[in-house]
């Protein structure tokens, strides 16, 4: 009886060894002061950007709208495209409906946004029509 209870306590004192090893193994978390700039970015990152919100107000008329909708485009998914844009992009899509004449060459505007979400349905972005096929 008396090896019985010593090959138990042997047994609990490696499962104690094991655990007491294992805990200089943790790492510690390290916390570090955050300046008012990087705050600034960030939140700058997620509100869109005055070409984000030109672009998207050129989206909301109704002639823009029915012509993405005749060509099957859903509003709400070219909205949340126009959105993920990076900055750069927004502001070229921006500066060419601003260029577009008005009520003449909206067509060429039409036109450059199906390009830019077909190029984003084959790059893998976004999924918006059903006949394109991403490379990834």
């Known amino acids: 009886m008396k090896t019985t209870l010593g090959t138990r306590s042997r047994a609990l004192v490696m499962?104690?060894?094991?655990?007491?090893s294992g805990m200089g193994v943790m790492q510690s978390a390290q916390a570090t002061v955050i300046s008012a700039e990087a705050v600034a970015q960030v939140s700058a990152a997620a509100t869109p950007t005055a070409a984000h919100t030109r672009a998207l107000a050129a989206l909301?008329?109704?002639?823009?709208?029915?012509?993405?909708?005749?060509?099957?485009?859903?509003?709400?998914?070219?909205?949340?495209?126009?959105?993920?844009?990076?900055?750069?992009?927004?502001?070229?899509?921006?500066?060419?409906?601003?260029?577009?004449?008005?009520?003449?060459?909206?067509?060429?505007?039409?036109?450059?946004?199906?390009?830019l979400l077909l190029v984003t349905d084959i790059l893998g972005f976004t999924k918006v029509f059903p006949f394109t096929r991403a490379i990834r």
């Open 15 to 20: 499962m104690l060894a094991v655990c007491v």
């Open 60 to 115: 909301e008329r109704d002639d823009v709208a029915q012509a993405l909708a005749q060509r099957g485009v859903d509003l709400d998914q070219a909205k949340a495209r126009v959105l993920a844009l990076t900055d750069a992009e927004a502001l070229d899509l921006a500066n060419r409906i601003d260029s577009a004449p008005a009520g003449g060459d909206i067509l060429g505007t039409i036109v450059f946004l199906f390009v």
